[in-house]
């Protein structure tokens, strides 16, 4: 008896952390923002439709925005899932920020996202202000421009580029020819940027950067 009392490890008597525990631990920064998302959406949800229109319209990072100097709104536009229900949109995030963060760690993952959401964004915009500038008919200075996707086409986009070969053989062209159809069909500010964003993930695929953590880490004991 005292034997195996003796032989016993303090380890021994700890329970084993639930496997969503050990999963949210180890991609700590897929499931802060993910915590962030679900926490504006779910405040959002409980807002009249003026609050929201209210809330969407001073986070929308524009021509306007950026010419009175709040550049802030790039970073707070990337809080608001819009385009499609809330749920859809988190859980999106999810699947393609996890699977990075998995892949290639937390800086990498969060620099890819955050590549392709302010590089679609000031590339948008930029374009924008030259179409104002030129006085181009259909060019918007307090244009709607919020939410998640460009940030998220671009980690996609770039999953797929570091991916097997059918995935960058077939998935990457799929991708394209999908985020192309929808540019040619409605015209509209996010398209383009996500056609943007899509190029961006590519590029970030090629740097060395990345190709020096492509495979997910061996688990910790």
């Given at each position: ?10 380890t021994d ?7 969503a ?17 679900t ?7 409980g807002?009249g439709?003026a609050?929201r229109?209210r809330?969407?319209?001073?986070n929308?990072?524009n ?7 709040k550049?802030?709104t ?28 998995w892949?290639?760690?937390?800086a ?8 392709g959401?302010l ?13 104002l500038?030129v ?15 460009y940030g ?14 059918p ?5 990457l ?16 500010l ?32």
């Amino acid at each position: 008896m005292s034997d195996r009392l003796a032989t016993r490890t303090p380890t021994d008597t700890a329970a084993p952390r639930h496997p969503a525990l050990r999963a949210a631990a180890r991609l700590r920064f897929t499931t802060a923002y993910v915590l962030l998302l679900t926490v504006t959406a779910s405040w959002l949800a409980g807002q009249g439709h003026a609050e929201r229109a209210r809330f969407v319209r001073h986070n929308s990072s524009n021509v306007h925005h950026m010419e009175v100097g709040k550049w802030w709104t790039m970073f707070t536009s990337g809080l608001v899932v819009d385009g499609v229900p809330a749920w859809a949109g988190i859980a999106a995030v999810a699947a393609a920020l996890g699977l990075a963060e998995w892949r290639w760690g937390p800086a990498r993952a969060a620099a890819v996202f955050a590549f392709g959401h302010l590089g679609a964004t000031l590339l948008t915009e930029g374009a924008m202000w030259v179409m104002l500038t030129v006085h181009i008919p259909g060019a918007l200075s307090h244009a709607r421009d919020v939410g998640i996707s460009y940030g998220l086409v671009a980690t996609g986009a770039c999953l797929l580029a570091l991916g097997p070969v059918p995935l960058r053989r077939y998935g990457l062209p799929a991708l394209a020819l999908a985020l192309a159809t929808a540019w040619a069909v409605d015209q509209q500010l996010a398209d383009a940027g996500h056609l943007v964003a899509l190029g961006l993930g590519v590029l970030a695929s090629r740097t060395a950067w990345l190709h020096r953590r492509t495979s997910p880490a061996p688990a910790s004991p």
